[in-house]
T-cell receptor, first 111, second 116 residues
């Protein structure tokens, strides 16, 4: 799987948008970008994934650059409950369903 | 659906003891896996299975055994517990990814294991 690079920590004010960056400069054309988050002591939770196009669901938006070397997860109106570690994962199809987790970004939403 | 369930939630073992961590899912998922998470670190894959009767090693398989006799269950066995196996263990399941497909993984709540 392509290696990803994320900042170790970020802060965001409650009610503001949280923009979490991820670099994946060695990504290949058939690798998906996934985002998961882990609220303290709980199991990871799927957020969103994409291949080439930007994606949006009820939780977040995923913006992938045209060259696919980086992406940004956007939480449009962050709440205190969004405080968590956010993992950006790039999965190669030949890996099957296996996911390789890095160390992620600790997002702290402040009141 | 109960999703992915894990038992026990907490366990304390002495060095050398063996035990089995249970994982079950009721979503008819072909793929199941076990991860461990040490304090302040990301998850590392221990073993995984793409269907009943099929298992394979992940990143850190030493000291652990798995079997998959049914689609629903995927137990993880610690053969002879060591302090280095103190960790939080997560089980996950998903539909099986194929060419051009992609599916989310569902994680259980975790088992917190301490080996003294």
């Amino acid at each position: 799987d392509a290696k990803t690079t994320q900042p170790p920590s970020m802060d965001c004010a409650e009610g503001r948008a949280a923009n979490l960056p991820c670099n994946h400069s060695t990504i290949s054309g058939n690798e998906y970008v996934y985002w998961y988050r882990q609220i303290h002591s709980q199991g990871p939770q799927y957020i969103i994934h994409g291949l080439k196009n930007n994606e949006t669901n009820e939780m977040a938006s995923l913006i992938i650059t045209e060259d696919r070397k980086s992406s940004t997860l956007i939480l449009p109106h962050a709440t205190l409950r969004d405080t968590a570690v956010y993992y950006c994962i790039v999965r190669e199809p030949r890996s099957g369903s296996r996911l390789t987790f890095g160390e992620g970004t600790q997002l702290t939403v402040n009141p | 659906n109960a999703g992915v369930t894990q038992t026990p939630k907490f366990q304390v073992l002495k060095t050398g003891q063996s035990m089995t961590l249970q994982c079950a899912q009721d979503m008819n998922h072909e793929y199941m896996s076990w991860y461990r998470q040490d304090p302040g670190m990301g998850l590392r894959l221990i073993h995984y299975s793409v269907g009943a009767g099929i298992t394979d090693q992940g990143e850190v398989p030493n000291g652990y055994n798995v079997s998959r006799s049914t689609t629903e269950d995927f137990p993880l066995r610690l053969l002879s517990a060591a302090p280095s196996q103190t960790s939080v263990y997560f089980c996950a399941s998903s539909l099986l990814v194929g060419q051009g497909s992609s599916y989310e993984q569902y994680f259980g709540p975790g088992t917190r294991l301490t080996v003294t």
